[in-house]
């Protein structure tokens, strides 16, 4: 099994509409969002970090 680097695939973020990369291949079943997006949306931790 190789752990180096993965492969990223280009998408679309469904809420600011930037095109980005993802290391999945968007299947287009689920929305995708760039990394400021989802981090917006992640609920925040509990533990605090």
Do not use: I, L, T
Not at 29 to 41: G, I, N, T
């Amino acid at each position: 099994m190789s752990y180096g680097r993965r492969e990223m695939h280009k998408a679309v973020c469904a809420e600011c509409k930037q095109e980005c990369e993802v290391p999945f291949k968007p299947d287009g079943s689920r929305p995708v969002y760039c990394r400021e997006c989802y981090a917006k949306r992640r609920p925040p931790r509990r533990n605090g970090y």
